[in-house]
């Protein structure tokens, strides 16, 4: 009978650290699973984040410029405007995206057209602090 003996330092230098991991670039979300996030946020009622997640998907924008976006760059004196232009953090390059319908009635704010629901108290609360 044959024993093996490892020490430590041997099986931390054979096990890597993302062994059945997936490294890289990420496969998209398919539109089920858009869906299926959508609805999670309405049943739970968290209404910014909806908002958040429905412009992070008009915009195609990543996580730091999501965030750092204001109530004033999709929406001008108090409407929803139909197409936004923002500046990337990352590579300065200005992106222009056209803001969905689904998206204005899930932030509240009212298009110049009429159509939107009450703005939500967490946007009017935001706006005030932006303008």
């Not at 410029?65 to 999709?74: E, G, Q, R």
Request: glycine fraction near 6%.
């Amino acid at each position: 009978m044959d024993t093996i003996i490892r020490s430590e330092l041997d099986s931390q230098i054979t096990q890597s650290r993302y062994k059945g991991k997936l490294t890289g670039a990420k496969p998209p979300l398919r539109p089920k699973h858009v869906w299926a996030v959508r609805t999670r946020l309405q049943l739970a009622n968290r209404l910014m984040d909806l908002a958040l997640f429905d412009l992070a998907i008009d915009s195609n924008l990543r996580g730091c410029d999501v965030v750092a976006l204001k109530v004033v760059d999709v929406a001008h004196h108090g409407y929803a405007v139909d197409r936004a232009s923002v500046r990337q953090c990352k590579t300065g390059r200005p992106v222009r995206f056209e803001i969905t319908e689904q998206t204005r009635q899930a932030s509240g704010l009212p298009s110049p057209t009429g159509r939107g629901g009450p703005v939500h108290t967490c946007f009017q609360d935001a706006a005030r602090e932006v303008i």
